[in-house]
C-alpha cells in the first residue's frame, strides 16, 4: 500500500512537471543581430513568436537591445522580408511580437511597415535565413504615394480601443469600392492635441484593428452574445451596433468579425491583407483620424 502511494505521488509529480515543460525543438532559433547607429538588421530561421521562450527569447531580448540604440528622429521604418507568403500580420512580427516599448522612442510620431515577399539578402557571413527584420529610423515624412480608393474621416474616442475606433470609423463610412483582397497599403493620420503624451506604439495595435475592422460587415453570427456584451463596453444602444456591424459598406467583405471570447468579445479584421502600413501622429486642437486605403 505505502508503494503504490509513493508511485501515485511520483506520477502525479511527473505529470506536474511535463505539464510545466514546454517544446524546446519549438523555440529553437538561429538567429544573427546585426546593429548600428544607423540600422537595425535581425534574420532568423524561424518567425519570432509573441510569447518567446529558450532561444527565440534570447534572440528577442538581444533584439530589444539593439533597437535601443537607434536615434529617434522623426519616425521609424520597419520592414519584415520572407519569401514565406502563409498568414502574417505584419504590425504583430514587426511591432507587437518584439515589445511595443522597444519603440516608444523612435516610433512616437511615425511609423512605416513593410512586407516584403522576398528572400532576404544573405547575413555579413553570407549565411542564408529566411526570416529577415530590418529597422532604421528616418528624418524626412515618407508615405504612400498612391491615390486612395478608400477614405475614412472621424473623431478619435477619448479611450482608443479596438471596439470604440471600429465605431466612429464605422459611423463615418460611406459608400465605397470594394478592394482586391491582396498587398494593400493604408495610410493613417492621428491628429491629438500637443498636451496629450500618448505616443503612437501606445495605441497603434487597437487603432489599426478597429480601422481594418470597419472595412468589413459581420455575417450576423452570434449576434445574440456578442451584442449585449459590446453594448456595455461601449455604452452604445445596441441597435445602433447592430445596424452598423452589419449593413453599410464592406469594403474587404462580410465575414465572422466578431464573436464571444470568455465573458467579453474577439475580433477578426483581415489585417494580414496589408503589405504597407505608414502611420503619423500631428498636433492639433480637435482629436481626429484620417486612414486612407490603397491597392499597391
Same mark, same amino acid.
Given at each position: 500500500?505505502?508503494?503504490?502511494?509513493?508511485?501515485?505521488?511520483?506520477?502525479?509529480?511527473?505529470?506536474?512537471?511535463?505539464?510545466?515543460?514546454?517544446?524546446?525543438?519549438?523555440?529553437?532559433m538561429?538567429?544573427?543581430?546585426?546593429?548600428?547607429?544607423?540600422?537595425?538588421?535581425?534574420?532568423?530561421?524561424?518567425?519570432?513568436?509573441f510569447?518567446?521562450?529558450?532561444? &527565440?527569447?534570447? =534572440?528577442?531580448?538581444? #533584439? /530589444?537591445?539593439?533597437?535601443? +540604440?537607434?536615434?529617434?528622429?522623426?519616425? *521609424?521604418? $520597419?520592414?519584415?522580408?520572407?519569401n514565406?507568403?502563409?498568414?502574417?500580420?505584419?504590425?504583430?512580427?514587426?511591432?507587437?511580437?518584439?515589445?511595443?516599448s522597444?519603440?516608444?522612442a523612435?516610433?512616437?510620431?511615425?511609423?512605416?511597415?513593410?512586407?516584403?515577399?522576398?528572400?532576404?539578402?544573405?547575413?555579413?557571413e553570407?549565411?542564408?535565413?529566411?526570416?529577415?527584420h530590418?529597422?532604421?529610423?528616418?528624418?524626412?515624412?515618407?508615405?504612400?504615394?498612391?491615390?486612395?480608393?478608400?477614405?475614412?474621416?472621424?473623431e478619435?474616442?477619448?479611450?482608443?480601443?479596438?471596439?470604440?475606433?471600429?465605431?466612429?470609423?464605422?459611423? &463615418?463610412?460611406? =459608400?465605397?469600392?470594394? #478592394? /482586391?483582397?491582396?498587398?494593400? +497599403?493604408?495610410?493613417?493620420?492621428?491628429? *491629438?492635441? $500637443?498636451?496629450?503624451?500618448r505616443?503612437?506604439?501606445?495605441?497603434?495595435?487597437?487603432?489599426?484593428?478597429?480601422?481594418?475592422s470597419?472595412?468589413?460587415?459581420?455575417?450576423?453570427?452570434?449576434?445574440?452574445?456578442?451584442?449585449?456584451?459590446?453594448?456595455k463596453?461601449l455604452?452604445v444602444d445596441a441597435?445602433?451596433?447592430?445596424?452598423?456591424?452589419?449593413?453599410g459598406?464592406?469594403?474587404?467583405?462580410?465575414?465572422?468579425?466578431?464573436?464571444?471570447?470568455?465573458?467579453?468579445?474577439?475580433?477578426n479584421?483581415?489585417?494580414?491583407?496589408?503589405?504597407?502600413?505608414?502611420?503619423?501622429?500631428?498636433?492639433?486642437?480637435?482629436?481626429?483620424?484620417?486612414?486612407?486605403?490603397?491597392?499597391?
Amino acid at each position: 500500500m505505502i508503494e503504490k502511494f509513493l508511485n501515485l505521488n511520483l506520477n502525479l509529480n511527473l505529470n506536474r512537471f511535463c505539464y510545466r515543460q514546454y517544446d524546446a525543438s519549438r523555440y529553437a532559433m538561429d538567429y544573427i543581430l546585426e546593429a548600428n547607429s544607423s540600422f537595425v538588421r535581425f534574420w532568423s530561421s524561424k518567425r519570432l513568436p509573441f510569447e518567446p521562450k529558450g532561444e &527565440a527569447l534570447e =534572440a528577442r531580448n538581444r #533584439l /530589444r537591445v539593439a533597437l535601443a +540604440g537607434l536615434p529617434p528622429m522623426l519616425g *521609424l521604418r $520597419a520592414e519584415f522580408l520572407s519569401n514565406d507568403t502563409s498568414f502574417c500580420d505584419v504590425e504583430n512580427v514587426l511591432l507587437y511580437n518584439v515589445g511595443m516599448s522597444s519603440f516608444s522612442a523612435t516610433g512616437r510620431n511615425q511609423i512605416t511597415l513593410v512586407r516584403s515577399e522576398r528572400k532576404p539578402d544573405p547575413t555579413p557571413e553570407g549565411k542564408e535565413l529566411p526570416y529577415c527584420h530590418y529597422y532604421s529610423t528616418v528624418e524626412s515624412s515618407a508615405g504612400l504615394g498612391t491615390t486612395a480608393v478608400v477614405t475614412r474621416r472621424f473623431e478619435l474616442p477619448s479611450k482608443i480601443s479596438l471596439a470604440a475606433v471600429w465605431l466612429n470609423a464605422r459611423l &463615418a463610412a460611406t =459608400a465605397g469600392r470594394c #478592394l /482586391r483582397l491582396s498587398n494593400l +497599403g493604408m495610410r493613417v493620420q492621428v491628429t *491629438l492635441p $500637443a498636451s496629450d503624451r500618448r505616443g503612437l506604439p501606445t495605441m497603434l495595435k487597437s487603432l489599426l484593428d478597429g480601422l481594418v475592422s470597419s472595412l468589413h460587415c459581420h455575417n450576423g453570427s452570434s449576434l445574440d452574445v456578442v451584442l449585449p456584451r459590446l453594448s456595455k463596453q461601449l455604452g452604445v444602444d445596441a441597435s445602433v451596433l447592430e445596424r452598423a456591424l452589419i449593413s453599410g459598406p464592406k469594403e474587404l467583405g462580410s465575414r465572422s468579425l466578431i464573436h464571444p471570447f470568455r465573458q467579453s468579445v474577439q475580433w477578426n479584421p483581415a489585417d494580414e491583407l496589408f503589405t504597407q502600413l505608414h502611420i503619423s501622429r500631428s498636433n492639433g486642437e480637435t482629436p481626429s483620424c484620417v486612414m486612407e486605403v490603397f491597392e499597391m
